[in-house]
């Protein structure tokens, strides 16, 4: 009897210390999210991009078409956005940010498809979905396309191809308008803004396909831009308000725009050759800088940074490295400075640089036989240019080692193709009907170690 008695005990204290733990575990575990209310074509955001991608962050940028203090962020798996992960609360208001919000999201997992939309009053505007893919890690293959130069408010069908290739990102290279604003009125810069993100084709692309772009002269200020434009407080505010950029190593407020990231085993460097830089017209000097002082610094760092770190370094310097003194403002009047840099570049042995430009109407590719400023030679490195968009074609500097096509609808994509022990790289210029103009291809030879127990190979930068 005692026994049964003891038992009964036993199982009864079991069952209420399972019960308690039971609530415990249903207390501690968080409450799932309602699905979205659906609210197709409501009109609640006016514009919606995406960029600052990594390998499992994403930063979206909406515009929302009143104001609002209950904005979040939905990003999810799948297009119809159910289980999505949500946001906190942020407020768009007219008279602080222009309506503009900008969004981040962490905790996604590398390497995969995700969808966006924008929530305001508990509703979510269906109308504005967005996608993008997170980087993936280790020796991650992938393409990207890139180009420059349209006219203010374009909606030219080569937008349309650009979605359609649905690459990794899109590099901008400047000039995503000409409005050439001459006074330091951020209104003007935002109505800039909008009217690009209000072209459905060119918003189509960025929202469907990650952004990472940085300004030439036409979109921070009048033809030639440089540190004397009027604008330029307001560009530099406007462009941080707006753009879904990389974190700024100057900083915020009224700072350069440069920029770097991460993209599998490349590292991509982004120069504001605009903001910082003193006039072309100025004699050549020692002193005269494209980059200004902090910004040379800090360009220099990267590349020592990442040399030896990462097998691929891409360099994005939006206007002509391969110019003379008189083929405008490119970098053939700012000679000691681009000596300096090559020399730099030289004696570091920084041996896998390719750099991306923009500003030329035209696709154009040298493989180094005409790139090196160096004293002496051995800093020769790929260059290509690929515009425009939609402007007129010109040529400008050379000679390029596989000639220069101007033209409108022009653009450039990249092909990294990671095997471990090299990197194929590929660069195709490509027209409106993405008909391939140009093209170039060449090996990046990547050094291994091995485990020596098991004698698998360690990549050099996972």
Known sequence: MFTSFFTRVRIFSILIVSLLLMGLWLVGEPAAEAEPEIAPGSGLVESAWAGAVTQQSVKVNAKLAQDSTTVRLLVSLNPNLSNALYSGYYTANTGTNNRVVSIPMSGLIPD???????????????????????????????????????????????????????????????????????????????????????????????????????????????????ASAPGREAARLTYQEYVPHYPLPAGSG????????????????????????????????????????????????????????????????????????????????????????????RDNNITELFMLSGDAHMVAIDNGSNSDFATGGGAGFPVMHAAALDQSGNVKGGPYSHGAIPGRGLYGVMTVTDNITYINIQWSGRDAGNHEIMYYTTNVTVPVTYDEFFFVPLLLKS
């Open 112 to 226: 995969r498809q995700y969808y966006y939309a924008i929530e305001t009053g508990g509703v979510v505007d269906t109308a504005m979905i967005g996608r993008f893919r997170t980087f993936g890690t280790g020796a991650f293959s992938f393409t990207f396309a890139f180009s420059a130069c349209a006219e203010s408010g374009s909606n030219h069908g080569v937008f349309e191809t650009l979605t359609n290739l649905n690459p990794l990102f899109f590099l901008h290279l400047g000039d995503m308008h000409y409005e050439g604003i001459a006074v330091n009125d951020r209104s003007l810069f935002r109505q800039a803004y909008d009217e690009v993100l209000s072209q459905p084709r060119q918003a189509g692309l960025y929202r469907n396909v990650p952004l990472a772009y940085i300004w030439d002269d036409h979109d921070f200020g009048p033809n030639n831009a440089d």
């Open 254 to 345: 009224n700072v350069p725009i440069y920029q770097a990231f991460t993209v599998g085993r490349v590292r991509i460097i982004m120069t504001d050759v605009r903001s910082e830089r003193w006039p072309y017209y100025f004699p050549d000097s020692p002193d005269k800088t494209m980059l200004g002082v902090a910004q040379k610094a800090w360009f220099k760092q990267e590349l020592l940074n990442a040399n030896g770190v990462y097998p691929v370094i891409i360099w994005v310097n939006t206007i002509p490295w391969i110019t003379d003194h008189d083929d405008g403002d490119g970098w053939g009047v700012y000679t000691y400075e681009r000596v300096e840099l090559a020399n730099f570049i």
